[in-house]
Structures are given as structure tokens and as C-alpha cells.
């Protein structure tokens, strides 16, 4: 059978060709533009550090180190290993600060406080402080993001 | 009444004349007068690049990545072409039973042809 | 749908522009196909804005950083290589749109009353394409764009009276050095883009005024061209062309992409076989013809002064020409051909 009049006219099957062909052909420039506004990201796999700045480190004690372009925190445990932390506030990215006199990690920006173990224990951080492992290699002190 | 429009005048020519003059005088005596420096060979510098850096595709994958958005390219443009050809020509259609003949668009365009 | 359309028309009003443009003819003689070359160069401009932030994201204009925040582009950033090269391939392609629209509209003597401020206008907006290029030739900061630049900006030290300082506003000093690469970035990015916006709207304001201009042929004898309605059927004439020129561009780019020199060094001699960008070899060559000393004057005083002067007459023409289908009309016409055989020439020649 024909049909003897079209329900959907000529000019708008044009248009709507014109304009769904032209979005598809603009649509292609949009990937390569957002990969190019999206740096690659530069956070450092692993850290060498010489293990003369740490090697004198009290059980306890925090030292800070260049993680990258972030700062990064060593303690020293009780059996003599490091454990590290990435110095940045869970919350909103703020850098944090250790106060030695009360073994804690404080991040000034809302009032954020970890304990030594980089646990979020008071203020709006909703996570502990990222870890990092550091394991000793000769003469040096290989800090590398940690799996888990 | 027209003295003191010549004198306004004059007036002005002169500021002129003073700010095209003033700038480069002022430079002249601002710019290092006594001004001794020491040949410093400085810290070393680091190393710079001394050849000319291609450019190109970085790897394989962006290599094929712009092959095929060629391929893509050119074929769309074309279909695009072609509906707006179809598209110009409904529309001159559609204005020649507005106009009157003698002012009826030709086809005169030089890309859909 | 279309009541979300009927709120945005109620508050816009956009139906009055599409029936004026609807309103506005293009006239269809045997020149209609130079009437293409004002909206291509605006697809060009729209792709240097474009390109140009895009670059700027990365972009540092200092000494130490500008010609490697460009390597870093290059290598580091995906498809950086080829939003530079659209950037700088773009740069040529709007130059030849603009010297290709400037010779239709001079040769057609559409300038002629009362269209004599467009093309003033269109005379500005040349200069500025012009100053845009010198510009952006410095800010990669490799040796060839050093040397491009202490040339180009040492040239109007030959003026009288103003020269010196002139030299020393556009470098920021008595030589060019990082002052001059962050005044020559600021004038790239905010003064001249706001200049060429400017007269744009000055320029497509006229247009729309006065309406496209007629050959003089029909004008003289007093024929009434058919005409085509601008929006939609020019525009979708016009679309075409406009997607031909993106693909050739993005074409061009991905194949020929520029290489970035190495750095730029303030104490390092000039390279060997420096030329500036191709729309300024004629004027490089012209310096290059005129001795050091025209009797008491220097050479490139005079040399520059012309150069001056024939600017300036460029700019004038349609004063210059205000009995365009006259005797006077056809030297004029004789003697802007010329000029471009002169010029033509001398850019052939310097690439000899």
C-alpha cells in the first residue's frame, strides 16, 4: 500500500538530519579538547630518600619528606620500620601539620585532627590520613604508593 | 576671541610636542647610568635543548587516534555537504514562490554545487 | 518544546533578527563568490580564540618557562602538538582569507561611497591581524622568533621624532628580553583581541547598515541585481565552505605540525637564514634593497617612511578613489595592481 501523504514532513527529516549530523561532526572535537585540558597526573609512584636524614629517628617519632609535589610524613615505629603518610587533609586538600607535643596531624583549614597514625579522630575529616609504604633499600629509603 | 582660540592652540601643540619628547628623555636618564655589572658566570645552567623538537604523535595510539579522526573527518564532511545541498535547495524553493520572478535567487553558490 | 521556545522568543525576541536577516539580500552577480571570504576569515578568528585559550591553559610567558611550557605541550599534553599547529596554521590561513577578502573588495571597488568606513575599518583590522601574527611569533621563544622579533621591533627606531621611544614601548626597554615576551603575551591575549572585537562590530555593523554593495558595472548602469535572502540560503551556502576550510585546516595542521626551536639565548648570534612569517617578506626584502645611506638620511628612514606612507594610502583608498568609474578610478585600479605585483614579487624573490 502508499501512502498518500507523509506524516512527517520532508523539510523537517532535513532539518533534523542537518541538525543530528552537525551535532555528531562537532561531538568528535569534544574528546580530543577534554583529553587535552586533563594534564596527566604526576603523582610520583615511589620516593627514593637517603636513609641518612631518617636513620637517627626516635620510635615515634614524624619526620616530613617531598612526596611528589605534596608533603609527605615518615613515622618511625616502635619495631624500628617506617610508615608513611600523604600530608594532605581528607576533607577539602589542605596540607596538614604534625604537632610533635601532641602527636597529632592537624589540618587548620576546619579544625581537622588524625592521630600519629594518620586516623581522622576529631573534625570533618571522613578518612584517615592516605598511607604510604616505605621500605629500606641499602642506603636508601624507597617510599611507594601502597595497594589496599 | 580668536587669540585665545590661537593660544589654546598653541597651547595644545606644545603638550604634544612635550609628550612625544618627555617618554624618551625620561628613559634615557632612568636607564642604568652607573650601572656597573660583574661578568658572573652564575650557577650552571641546565641542559638545553639545542635541537629543534619535532612535532608529531607522541605514540602509536595517538598516531591512529588522528588517522581515524581524519577518516572520520573528511566523510562527514562530505555527507554534510551533501544534505546541506539538499537543504539550499529546498529553501530555494521555498523563496522563489515568495519573490517574484525576477528576482528569483539563481544557484548561485560556488561550494554546493 | 515549543513552549520552552515561546518563553526564550517572548524574552529575546530572536524572530526580529532571523526576519532580518531574512530581509538582508546577497546580491548574485558574476563577484557574488568573493562575498564567501568575510565569514571564512571569521571561522578562522573563532578557531584562534578557540586554540588560543586552550594553549594559554599551558602557556607560561616568561624567560625561563616559555619555551618549555611549549616542549611540555608538545610531549606531555595529549594532542598539544596539534592544537598548535591548528593555532599557528590557522594564523596563515586567516592572513590569506584577509589579503584575499582586501584584493576582492579593492578590485571590485566596493569601498566606493558610502561603504569608505567599512573598508577603514577592514584597513584597521588588517593591521591588527598583522600586529596579531608579530606578536604570537615570539611567545614559542625560540632562536628564530628572537631574532624575528629584535628585527621587526628595531624598524620603527627609523621613524623621526617618535621612533626611538616607539621602539622602546614594544620592547620594554632598550632590547628585548622577558619584559618584551610578557608585554608582546598580554598584548596577544587581551589588548588585541578586544581591538579586533571592536572594530568587528564597528565593521559588520556597517555591513548590515548599508547593505552589500552592487558591482559598479550595474551600478553605473543602474540595474538591480537578484538578490538572495542572507539567512537561511546564504548561510547554508556558507556553511559549506566553512566545513571544506576546517577540514583543509585540521588537514594541514596534523600533517605539517611545526617544530618548536630550541630556547632562545639572549647571547647567542643570529641563526642562519632568519625570514619573519611569510606576509612580512615583502616588507623584510623592501628594507633589504635600500643602501645604508640616501644622502644624508639613512636608508631605512626612507625605506620606512614609504612603507609608512603606502600604508596610509592603503588605508585612504577610498578617499584616494572617490571617482572610482572615472579615468582617475582606472589608474587607481592600475596602480593597486601594481602594488600587489610589487609585492608578490619581492616575497617570491626573498625566498629565492
Redo the contacts between chains.
Sequence with gaps: MKILYSLFSRRRFLNGLLAGLGTAFAGTFVGPVVRFVTPPYREPDEVKLPLAGYKDMAPGEVRSFPWGIKPGFLKRRDDGSFLGFVGVCTHLDCNVAYKADQKKFFCACHDGWYDEDGRNIQGPPPTPLRRLTAVLEGEELVVRKSEA | MRSRRGSRLAGLALVVLASCLLPSSAVRTASGEGLAIQADPGPPKPEVRTEPLPAGPRSPQERTAVIVFLAWMWPSILVLIYVLRLKVRELDRLASFEEPPSNRPNDGGPAVR | MSKIAAWFEERLGISAVVRFGAQKQVP?HKH??WS?TGSAILVFFGIQVATGI?LA??YRPTLEAANASL?RI????????????IHSWSATFMIITVFVHLVSVALTKAYRKPRELTWMTGALLLAVSLFFGFTGYLLPW?ELSLAATKVGTDIPKAVP??G??AT??LRG??DVTGDTLSRFFILHVTVLPLVLLLLLAVHVYLIQKLGMSLPLESEIRGEKA????FW??FV??E???W??L??LL??VA?LF???????A?LMAPAPEGVKPEWYFLFLFQTLKLFPAKVGFVSGETIAVLLIGLGALALFLLPLIDNRPETRKGKIVAAAFLAFLAYALGMSVWSLL
Design positions: 548574485l557574488t563568490i564567501y586552550l591553559f599551558y616542549e608538545m610531549t606531555e599534553i595529549s594532542f598539544g602538538w596539534i592544537v598548535r599547529s625560540d621624532v617618535v626611538e621611544w622602546k614601548f626597554g632598550d537578484p538578490g538572495m535572502s537561511p540560503n547554508a551556502r556553511a559549506a565552505v566545513l571544506v576546517l577540514g585540521i588537514t596534523v605540525a611545526p617544530s618548536l626551536g630550541p630556547p639565548d
